[in-house]
């Protein structure tokens, strides 16, 4: 009865509970209570489950406030055999919490957990493991292992689950059981459900993570349960793949770059006949190497990934993130931008994670957030940290052609409050001057106006990036230096003064006058100052003493003396040692001789860099990443291999029991096994579907080098329908032709002259070029696409656009056979050509000539119905006068006899008048007709747009044509790379425009001009001060040579003594304002309004050269 009593009065009494009603005023802290939890302590030991159930409540309740409840573990231990299931899993709970605390009573208990092991409810089973796991004694490892040894065979998956996260409690506890614990990782690893994989890829990450063998087996597996993982498994599984695929698979960029100059090299090299021929070796090596194929793992493995980016968890997303910057083909990491911007609208924690990281991939891959930069500008709510971060990321994104935008928003930035805010963004002006140095003169002048504000602590940071600016080109620089001079008697803060001190001393050159009087100035206020401001007084008087000694000398030793009885250390020796390498005494050393040498000496421009320049050598998403230090237990990101491991590795052999089912003769030709074997999941199928095209779908470009893909497409052939055996028996037809010609090739090749395999490799150089771009671009269409046609059924609907386009391609459709005939031709022309390189007879002709001819024929109406807008552009009637100036596209040596000129025509581009027009003018220099004269593989800058000219079929031998393509330049003078393909060949060529081509008159009336002048003042306004060339000697000619140099219109205007003009951007519709006014003499001063300031300063530069002239 004294335990229901006690238990009605605690339920009753509304004092509080003895517990937790302990009041610290009266001295209970000090004093034992030995009274304490009295009544749970009879409640536990009361014979009644329901009074035994309402004590563990309450102790557990406890512990979840952070209330120390050890005191009652013996009370609450001798209920570890209770019958009661609610009481027993409360019991375990408590002695998870307390068991290491208590070992010694826990281990009276350890039978009674070993029978636990054997219970038949499986959360008492997993319960009574993680009690016996958190007891930390050496003296039951044993008892330990045998129990995760059973645990890991148990018929329930949260068991398992549990067995996995006891292994790395024990290994911690005795690490001489390694081998043991690895044995029960590996047959955990086989485990085929959700729930065990990610806890097991965690104890295998905690024990051995060096182990990769264990993974081969299980990897498709893993990729294939990703999905269905709970959310923190999913993070492990990703980042140890990650490590794994580095390990395993190709670096899908590594050939890009090389393969890029390599087709440029290999065109060169054959017009220099003096070259090593070392060098030519590696040249014609390099367009041989093989083109990237990449592995169908890889693929399974980004494809799996890739619909997580859509998770509602932050880390899930962070982690498919890191695993795509550091695993996907550049033309694939894209993807992730889109989910990293997502998480941007989370909590201000969330936030900090996501920026630091894309931080650092904005400085490599600085196009894939280009389109977001909005979501980077900062708020008025924003924590400090984070809109530094922000600050940081709009920094790296600036280039030529969002630099006004992203300086216009660091302008309102700097009216902040937040003062930390305010320096950081002034930095950031700083960072994109040095970057960019299209606008440093911009940025300089406007930080030198920042240098009358008000706020001390702006005017102070704004001195420290001016001085690191200045060094950049100090001698056109020196009314700043002098302007600054005078502001050392209003500046308080010591690094600005000591960064002023520094530029004069520095530069006192420049400053001869001024520079004396800030050293007397100085000298007066020596000991007031802070030590960094006294070492550079010192400074700046030893070097006036060296230049200007009969101004300076008492000065100097003034300073001297002060500094020698300063009370830090630092200046009374910088004092000393400076005496004696200046004022030259009969002891003083041989670097007195040299001192002119040592403080004078020219100092290189201090680099500005972001902080997270060197960052993605750590992980990205990991701990050591943030903290940008190693931290304990980060696993180093393995260097991609040289050459690719053996991918059979990862082959699964079926077990018996599975052949016994009902799809048995569909189940024998399977390499690998479905994971959901009980319901026709997706991922088996699927994932072989996906192995298979992969290889299919490049095995024209590759089939020699893809051995195993096309082996295991033999494979898994079986399983495809008959319509498809169908497309592949087509297919197959259709490689025959180029496999007979890689058969005959070596034949050929020992016949060959020295010119003709130049030829050859040159042109094997361009394959590879196109050959990667497929791989790497269009693969994932590709692949999952024939997948798609084999299980249309399962497929998400995400991918249907891909799986039509591609059955466009494959299938034979009636609507399009003029195009397929004629690629077909083409190639065979191509490879014919190859062939018969020595015999230069045009045998080859009699192929293609019907498929060319069809061609034509079907074209006649197409190309009528553009004769309208030809007629418009009339690019034959714009007959190059002399003020439009021709450049060379392509000489006439290096095209081979075909000769290339273009010209920028200004006139409006009718087909999109957002367009540039440019008119090419082909001439055949050859005596052989050249054929289908045409464009391909425009690589352009983001953004930027191609609309190419209508294809020259024919051109007669010493004719020429003439044609007009538009380009959207996107007001930037960034080039159009693209290449310049005739029947036979293809050049690498480039368009760039002078920034005066991209824009197109407008016509303002002289009011208008002066309205729109006066939005566009500030930092939208560029003045230059120039003289006049000796030919610039009335108005027509300053017009004439200002119009010839950007396409602009002239503004009516009152005074005789301006020329005004104006123009529209071609493509956003800025408008450009340009004003030249003369001076008395040859003096002009020349000003240019527009919003884009990287526009107004290149077109400044370009206008004062044609008027001084």
């Given at each position: 009865?004294?335990a229901?009593?006690?238990?009605?009065?605690?339920?009753?009494?509304?004092?509080?509970?003895?517990?937790?009603?302990?009041?610290?005023?009266?001295?209970?802290?000090?004093?034992?209570?030995?009274k304490?939890?009295?009544?749970?302590?009879?409640?536990?030991?009361?014979?009644?489950?329901?009074?035994?159930?309402?004590?563990?409540?309450?102790?557990?309740?406890?512990?979840?406030?952070?209330?120390?409840?050890?005191?009652?573990?013996?009370a609450v231990?001798?209920?570890?055999?209770?019958?009661?299931?609610?009481?027993?899993?409360?019991?375990?709970?408590?002695?998870?919490?307390?068991?290491?605390?208590q070992?010694?009573?826990?281990?009276?208990?350890?039978?009674?957990?070993?029978?636990?092991?054997?219970?038949?409810?499986?959360?008492?089973?997993?319960?009574?493991?993680?009690?016996?796991?958190?007891?930390?004694?050496?003296?039951?490892?044993?008892?330990?292992?045998?129990?995760?040894?059973?645990?890991?065979?148990?018929?329930?998956?949260?068991?398992?689950?549990?067995?996995?996260?006891?292994?790395?409690?024990?290994?911690?506890?005795?690490?001489?059981?390694?081998?043991?614990?690895i044995?029960?990782?590996?047959?955990?690893?086989?485990?085929?459900?959700?729930?065990?994989?990610?806890?097991?890829?965690?104890a295998?990450?905690?024990?051995?993570?060096?182990?990769?063998?264990?993974?081969?087996?299980?990897?498709?597996?893993?990729?294939?349960?990703?999905?269905?993982?709970?959310?923190?498994?999913?993070?492990?599984?990703i980042?140890?793949?990650?490590?794994?695929?580095?390990?395993?698979?190709?670096?899908?960029?590594?050939?890009?770059?090389?393969?890029?100059?390599?087709?440029?090299?290999?065109?060169?090299?054959?017009?220099?006949?003096?070259?090593?021929?070392?060098?030519?070796?590696?040249?014609?090596a390099?367009?041989?190497?093989?083109?990237?194929?990449?592995?169908?793992?890889?693929?399974?493995?980004?494809?799996?990934?890739?619909?997580?980016?859509?998770s509602?968890?932050?880390?899930?997303?962070?982690?498919?993130?890191?695993?795509?910057?550091?695993?996907?083909?550049?033309?694939?990491?894209?993807?992730?931008?889109?989910?990293?911007?997502?998480?941007?609208?989370?909590?201000?924690?969330?936030?900090?994670?996501?920026?630091?990281?894309?931080?650092?991939?904005?400085?490599?891959?600085?196009?894939?957030?280009?389109?977001y930069?909005?979501?980077?500008?900062?708020?008025?709510?924003?924590?400090?940290?984070?809109?530094?971060?922000?600050?940081?990321?709009?920094?790296?994104?600036?280039?030529?052609?969002?630099?006004?935008?992203?300086?216009?928003?660091?302008?309102?930035?700097?009216k902040?409050?937040?003062k930390?805010?305010?320096?950081?963004?002034?930095?950031?002006?700083?960072?994109?001057?040095?970057?960019?140095?299209?606008?440093?003169?911009?940025?300089?002048?406007?930080?030198?106006?920042?240098?009358?504000?008000?706020?001390?602590?702006?005017?102070?940071?704004?001195?420290?990036?001016?001085?690191?600016?200045?060094?950049?080109?100090?001698?056109?620089?020196?009314?700043?230096?002098?302007?600054?001079?005078?502001?050392?008697?209003?500046?308080?803060?010591?690094?600005?003064?000591?960064?002023i001190?520094?530029?004069?001393?520095?530069?006192?050159?420049?400053?001869?006058?001024?520079?004396?009087?800030?050293?007397?100035?100085?000298?007066?206020?020596?000991?007031?100052?802070?030590?960094?401001?006294?070492?550079?007084?010192?400074?700046?008087?030893?070097?006036?003493?060296?230049?200007?000694?009969?101004?300076t000398?008492?000065?100097?030793?003034?300073?001297?003396?002060?500094?020698k009885?300063?009370?830090?250390?630092?200046?009374?020796?910088?004092?000393?040692?400076?005496?004696?390498?200046?004022?030259?005494?009969?002891?003083?050393?041989?670097?007195?001789?040299?001192?002119?040498?040592?403080?004078?000496?020219?100092?290189?421009?201090?680099v500005?860099?972001?902080?997270?320049k060197?960052?993605?050598?750590?992980?990205?998403?990991?701990?050591?990443?943030?903290?940008?230090?190693?931290?304990?237990?980060?696993?180093?990101?393995?260097?991609w291999?040289?050459?690719?491991?053996?991918?059979?590795?990862?082959?699964?052999?079926?077990?018996?029991?599975?052949?016994?089912?009902?799809?048995?003769?569909?189940?024998?030709?399977?390499?690998?096994?479905?994971?959901?074997?009980?319901?026709?999941?997706?991922?088996?199928?699927?994932?072989?579907?996906?192995?298979?095209?992969?290889?299919?779908?490049?095995?024209?470009?590759?089939?020699a080098?893809?051995?195993?893909?096309?082996?295991?497409?033999?494979?898994?052939?079986?399983?495809?329908?008959?319509?498809?055996?169908?497309?592949?028996?087509?297919?197959?037809?259709?490689?025959?032709?180029?496999?007979?010609?890689?058969?005959?090739?070596?034949?050929?090749?020992?016949?060959?002259?020295?010119?003709?395999?130049?030829?050859?490799?040159?042109?094997?150089?361009?394959?590879?070029?196109?050959n990667?771009?497929?791989?790497?671009?269009?693969?994932?269409?590709?692949?999952?696409?024939?997948?798609?046609?084999?299980?249309?059924e399962?497929?998400?609907?995400?991918?249907?656009?891909?799986?039509?386009?591609?059955?466009?391609?494959?299938?034979?459709?009636?609507?399009?056979?003029?195009?397929?005939?004629?690629?077909?031709?083409?190639?065979?022309?191509?490879?014919?050509?190859?062939?018969?390189?020595?015999?230069?007879?045009?045998?080859?002709?009699?192929?293609?000539?019907?498929?060319?001819?069809?061609?034509?024929?079907?074209?006649?109406?197409d190309?009528?119905?553009?004769?309208?807008t030809?007629?418009?552009?009339?690019?034959?009637?714009?007959?190059?006068?002399?003020?439009?100036?021709?450049?060379?596209?392509?000489?006439?040596?290096?095209?081979?006899?075909?000769?290339?000129?273009?010209?920028?025509?200004?006139?409006?581009?009718?087909?999109d008048?957002?367009?540039?027009?440019?008119?090419i003018?082909?001439?055949?220099n050859?005596?052989?007709?050249?054929?289908?004269?045409?464009?391909?593989?425009?690589?352009?800058?983001?953004?930027?747009?191609?609309?190419?000219?209508?294809?020259?079929?024919?051109?007669?031998?010493?004719?020429?044509?003439?044609?007009?393509?538009?380009?959207?330049?996107?007001?930037?003078?960034?080039?159009?790379?693209?290449?310049?393909?005739t029947?036979?060949?293809?050049?690498?060529?480039?368009?760039?425009?002078?920034?005066?081509?991209?824009?197109?008159?407008?016509?303002?009336?002289?009011?208008?001009?002066?309205?729109?002048?006066?939005?566009?003042?500030?930092?939208?306004?560029?003045?230059?001060?120039?003289?006049?060339?000796?030919?610039?000697?009335?108005?027509?000619?300053?017009?004439?040579?200002?119009?010839?140099?950007?396409?602009?219109?002239?503004?009516?205007?009152?005074?005789?003594?301006?020329?005004?003009?104006?123009?529209?951007t071609?493509?956003?519709?800025?408008?450009?304002?340009?004003?030249?006014?003369?001076?008395?003499?040859?003096?002009?001063?020349?000003?240019?309004?527009?919003?884009?300031?990287?526009?107004?300063?290149?077109?400044?530069?370009?206008?004062?050269?044609?008027?001084?002239?």
């Amino acid at each position: 009865m004294s335990a229901s009593s006690a238990f009605s009065d605690e339920k009753g009494g509304s004092s509080g509970e003895p517990e937790y009603g302990h009041d610290p005023a009266s001295g209970g802290i000090f004093s034992s209570d030995y009274k304490r939890h009295d009544d749970l302590k009879e409640m536990l030991d009361s014979n009644k489950d329901s009074l035994k159930l309402e004590a563990m409540k309450r102790i557990v309740a406890m512990i979840a406030r952070g209330k120390n409840a050890s005191d009652l573990f013996p009370a609450v231990v001798k209920n570890v055999a209770c019958k009661n299931i609610e009481v027993k899993k409360l019991v375990y709970v408590y002695l998870v919490r307390y068991a290491e605390e208590q070992q010694d009573l826990a281990l009276l208990s350890i039978s009674t957990f070993q029978r636990g092991l054997k219970d038949p409810n499986q959360l008492i089973r997993a319960s009574a493991l993680r009690v016996l796991s958190s007891i930390r004694v050496t003296i039951i490892v044993p008892i330990m292992m045998l129990a995760i040894k059973e645990a890991a065979s148990d018929m329930s998956p949260y068991v398992r689950k549990t067995a996995a996260h006891a292994i790395p409690k024990l290994h911690s506890l005795d690490p001489e059981q390694k081998d043991q614990l690895i044995e029960v990782i590996e047959k955990l690893l086989a485990d085929k459900t959700t729930l065990v994989a990610g806890s097991v890829v965690m104890a295998f990450e905690e024990v051995c993570p060096d182990r990769i063998d264990l993974i081969h087996k299980n990897y498709r597996k893993l990729c294939n349960l990703l999905i269905d993982v709970e959310e923190w498994g999913q993070v492990v599984i990703i980042n140890m793949l990650t490590r794994y695929a580095r390990t395993q698979f190709l670096n899908p960029n590594v050939n890009e770059s090389l393969l890029e100059e390599s087709g440029e090299r290999a065109f060169y090299a054959s017009d220099d006949d003096e070259e090593d021929e070392d060098k030519k070796a590696e040249e014609a090596a390099l367009p041989k190497r093989k083109p990237y194929v990449m592995d169908p793992d890889h693929r399974l493995l980004l494809r799996n990934t890739k619909p997580l980016l859509q998770s509602r968890n932050a880390a899930v997303v962070m982690a498919v993130a890191q695993l795509y910057f550091h695993l996907a083909p550049k033309a694939e990491v894209g993807v992730i931008a889109k989910a990293l911007v997502r998480l941007m609208r989370s909590h201000s924690e969330v936030q900090y994670v996501v920026l630091q990281n894309v931080a650092t991939m904005s400085i490599k891959r600085r196009g894939m957030f280009e389109p977001y930069l909005k979501s980077f500008y900062i708020r008025s709510t924003d924590p400090t940290q984070i809109k530094i971060l922000k600050l940081e990321v709009l920094t790296n994104l600036a280039n030529e052609t969002n630099i006004s935008t992203i300086l216009r928003e660091f302008q309102t930035y700097i009216k902040s409050m937040d003062k930390d805010f305010v320096a950081a963004s002034i930095q950031a002006i700083g960072r994109c001057a040095t970057n960019i140095g299209e606008v440093r003169d911009t940025c300089l002048n406007g930080l030198v106006q920042l240098l009358s504000n008000r706020d001390e602590l702006v005017v102070a940071e704004s001195v420290v990036v001016i001085k690191k600016l200045l060094q950049m080109q100090p001698e056109q620089h020196s009314d700043i230096i002098k302007h600054m001079a005078k502001l050392i008697d209003n500046i308080q803060v010591p690094m600005a003064r000591a960064s002023i001190l520094w530029l004069i001393g520095e530069y006192c050159e420049h400053v001869p006058k001024i520079s004396p009087d800030v050293l007397r100035k100085m000298a007066k206020s020596f000991t007031n100052e802070e030590d960094i401001v006294k070492l550079q007084i010192i400074n700046l008087a030893a070097k006036l003493y060296l230049t200007n000694s009969k101004q300076t000398k008492l000065l100097t030793q003034y300073v001297l003396n002060l500094a020698k009885y300063d009370q830090n250390y630092d200046i009374r020796d910088r004092a000393r040692f400076i005496r004696q390498l200046i004022v030259p005494t009969d002891k003083s050393g041989a670097l007195s001789k040299y001192a002119k040498k040592l403080f004078l000496a020219l100092k290189p421009a201090p680099v500005l860099e972001s902080p997270f320049k060197d960052r993605d050598h750590f992980q990205l998403g990991s701990l050591s990443h943030l903290l940008n230090a190693k931290a304990g237990g980060y696993q180093e990101l393995p260097d991609w291999p040289e050459s690719a491991p053996d991918p059979s590795v990862r082959n699964v052999e079926i077990p018996d029991w599975s052949k016994c089912t009902s799809r048995k003769d569909r189940k024998e030709k399977k390499v690998e096994k479905p994971f959901y074997s009980d319901s026709d999941g997706e991922s088996g199928p699927t994932e072989s579907a996906d192995s298979e095209s992969d290889s299919g779908s490049r095995s024209e470009s590759a089939s020699a080098s893809d051995e195993s893909a096309s082996g295991s497409e033999s494979e898994e052939s079986g399983e495809e329908t008959e319509s498809e055996e169908e497309d592949e028996e087509e297919e197959k037809k259709k490689k025959k032709r180029p496999d007979k010609t890689k058969a005959k090739k070596p034949v050929e090749e020992s016949a060959e002259s020295e010119q003709s395999s130049g030829a050859e490799d040159r042109k094997r150089g361009r394959k590879v070029v196109k050959n990667q771009k497929s791989a790497s671009e269009s693969e994932s269409e590709s692949e999952s696409s024939e997948s798609e046609e084999e299980e249309s059924e399962e497929e998400s609907g995400e991918e249907s656009e891909s799986d039509t386009d591609i059955r466009k391609k494959k299938t034979p459709v009636s609507k399009q056979p003029p195009k397929q005939s004629k690629k077909e031709s083409k190639k065979e022309t191509q490879e014919m050509s190859l062939l018969d390189l020595d015999d230069f007879e045009p045998t080859t002709a009699t192929a293609p000539v019907t498929p060319v001819n069809f061609m034509s024929s079907s074209l006649v109406s197409d190309l009528e119905g553009l004769s309208l807008t030809d007629s418009i552009l009339a690019p034959t009637t714009i007959a190059p006068s002399g003020s439009i100036k021709m450049y060379e596209l392509l000489h006439r040596i290096k095209g081979e006899g075909l000769a290339v000129e273009y010209c920028f025509s200004r006139q409006p581009f009718s087909p999109d008048p957002n367009m540039v027009a440019v008119q090419i003018q082909f001439t055949n220099n050859t005596n052989s007709e050249t054929k289908n004269l045409h464009i391909e593989e425009p690589k352009l800058q983001s953004g930027m747009r191609v609309r190419e000219f209508s294809e020259i079929e024919v051109l007669a031998a010493g004719d020429s044509v003439t044609v007009v393509m538009g380009i959207d330049f996107c007001d930037s003078t960034q080039a159009a790379n693209f290449q310049l393909c005739t029947h036979t060949r293809k050049f690498f060529v480039t368009i760039q425009p002078p920034v005066g081509e991209l824009m197109t008159p407008a016509f303002l009336t002289e009011n208008d001009f002066k309205k729109e002048q006066g939005k566009l003042m500030g930092m939208n306004e560029i003045s230059e001060k120039l003289s006049l060339g000796e030919k610039c000697v009335n108005e027509h000619i300053i017009v004439e040579r200002v119009t010839a140099t950007a396409n602009l219109s002239r503004v009516p205007c009152g005074s005789d003594k301006e020329c005004r003009f104006a123009g529209k951007t071609v493509s956003s519709g800025c408008l450009v304002l340009v004003t030249v006014a003369t001076k008395e003499g040859v003096g002009a001063q020349l000003t240019v309004n527009c919003e884009k300031m990287v526009i107004g300063t290149m077109l400044v530069k370009d206008i004062l050269q044609a008027l001084s002239q």
